[in-house]
């Protein structure tokens, strides 16, 4: 008989396909615009359109991200994760079958609805249906799949490169057709959020799903703690956006959308979807070559995703954040300076002198701001910037956060390629200096959360604030 941790462990590895899915569509998107049948059936992409193009799924993201706050309290945080699927299904399908470049611009669209909706919502669903004990493992197996599905979405695309037909950039889309048709049939048989059921005043679910998901003397005390947090915060009106932004709420929201939007200045999506760009201008000069070494990131990028799985809700929520953010500076820094010693420019490529010893410096450094972002903000900040916010707002607030979180990595992702080959080393100081700038900011204002209930959380932000300020320098 399986135990009700495995359960929950199997729910969230069903749910966090919608991860998989979105590290499919990262990892191949680079590599396929390279592709020389690419361009030859669909028509070579300057770099002002290959970033439009790559960024435009992040743009019907977050507008789906923002709407999923309504949609997951209306229908639900499992339905809502469905219904984000099957768009997503739409959209891959569109892609692998088109045959020009509005086409795929469409389809990108269609695609990014569907997976700003699914992703924002198992979020959610994964912190509201774990125990505490083991809330930061079950949430972040999410990021762990996005980073499988990265990994495995380039070396689908190095494999298919060697197709000689439209076949070498449709296949990864068709995989990613098919894990969206996955992920939408196993959700009709996952449950309901514990907590959405008492929310719309369905306790008997509400106690049947703890039932099968706890031990059975804690259902009675869980259940207890959620109708009295919620009878707490209810009025006769649905929670609104304009609530996020109350008094009660301010700081928890602010701080949320913050460490969201800043999470993507960091520039990880500028590595991952250009990984091709980036490894040409230090070295590698054929396309397969800049496949695998991108594909490399894409390994390193889910290895050290598996510490973070293992031993998050052990190290907390700050020391990832800050010390993960110091190592991830420090690499931008190193890249940055070796670019405006050794770098320069001709015919409007950029590209990197010093011979081989600073290219291969440099290519280390890319694998290491990787590997320090994999175990620390990649993981711990979707996790803490969705705890923090009150089940009664969670919905509303988790899709401000990844409103943020979408638009500041559209922008990134727009202005990327034209960033990268119109200054060698200003990208690496911008994104090291964004990062300091988090940092920063999260040494002062973030509280520690682990081992603390949802309950318990939202009690911890409404400390006076002379008792807050000893909390968060404490930890």
Not at 79 to 108: D, E, H, Q
Not at 265 to 287: E, K
Not at 360 to 382: E, G, H, Q, R, T
Not at 398 to 408: D, E, I, R
């Amino acid at each position: 008989m399986i135990s009700t941790i495995s359960k929950i462990y199997l729910i969230a590895l069903h749910t966090s396909l919608a991860g998989l899915l979105y590290g499919l569509d990262t990892g191949s998107i680079g590599p396929v615009t390279q592709m020389i049948q690419f361009g030859d059936s669909i028509g070579h992409l300057s770099s002002g359109k290959l970033g439009i193009y790559v960024s435009s799924i992040l743009l019907s993201a977050s507008l789906s991200s923002l709407c999923s706050g309504y949609v997951s309290d209306r229908i639900s945080r499992k339905y809502g994760i469905l219904t984000g699927s099957l768009i997503a299904l739409l959209g891959t399908v569109i892609s692998a079958s088109a045959k020009n470049v509005p086409a795929l611009f469409c389809a990108r669209l269609i695609t990014g609805i569907g997976q700003g909706q699914s992703i924002s919502v198992v979020t959610i669903y994964l912190c509201e249906i774990a125990p505490q004990e083991i809330r930061g493992t079950v949430a972040c197996m999410l990021q762990l799949l996005i980073t499988i599905g990265i990994a495995v979405g380039y070396f689908v695309s190095y494999a298919t490169s060697r197709i000689d037909s439209s076949l070498a950039w449709r296949i990864p889309f068709i995989v990613q057709a098919c894990m969206a048709a996955i992920l939408a049939f196993g959700m009709l048989f996952m449950p309901f959020s514990p907590r959405w059921l008492v929310e719309r005043g369905r306790i008997e679910e509400a106690r049947a799903v703890l039932g099968n998901l706890r031990e059975s003397h804690r259902v009675e005390e869980e259940l207890q703690a959620i109708r009295g947090s919620i009878e707490e915060t209810r009025t006769e009106d649905q929670a609104s956006y304009a609530e996020l932004f109350e008094k009660r709420y301010i700081k928890r929201t602010i701080l949320g959308i913050f460490i969201m939007a800043f999470e993507m200045l960091c520039g990880i999506d500028a590595v991952l979807y250009y990984a091709p760009i980036l490894f040409t201008q230090a070295g590698f000069t054929s396309q397969r070559a800049s496949f695998l070494a991108s594909g490399v990131s894409g390994i390193i990028n889910f290895v050290f995703t598996i510490p973070a799985q293992l031993w998050v809700d052990k190290w907390g929520r700050k020391f990832p954040v800050i010390g993960g953010g110091l190592a991830i500076a420090a690499c931008y820094m190193a890249i940055g300076t070796l670019y405006a010693i050794h770098g320069g420019k001709a015919d409007d490529e950029v590209y990197l002198g010093g011979g081989k010893g600073i290219q291969w410096a440099v290519i280390i450094l890319i694998y290491m701001f990787v590997a320090n972002f994999a175990w620390s903000w990649a993981v711990v900040i979707k996790i803490y910037a969705c705890e923090i916010i009150p089940t009664r707002i969670r919905a509303k607030g988790c899709a401000m956060q990844q409103l943020a979180n979408w638009l500041v990595n559209f922008t990134v992702a727009l202005t990327a390629p034209l960033f990268l080959r119109a200054s060698p080393s200003g990208p690496y100081f911008f994104f090291s200096s964004a990062t300091l700038f988090t940092v920063a900011i999260c040494c002062f204002f973030m509280p520690e959360t682990k081992g603390k209930s949802l309950e318990e959380i939202e009690g911890l932000f409404e400390l006076t604030p002379i008792v807050l300020a000893g909390v968060v320098g404490n930890v």
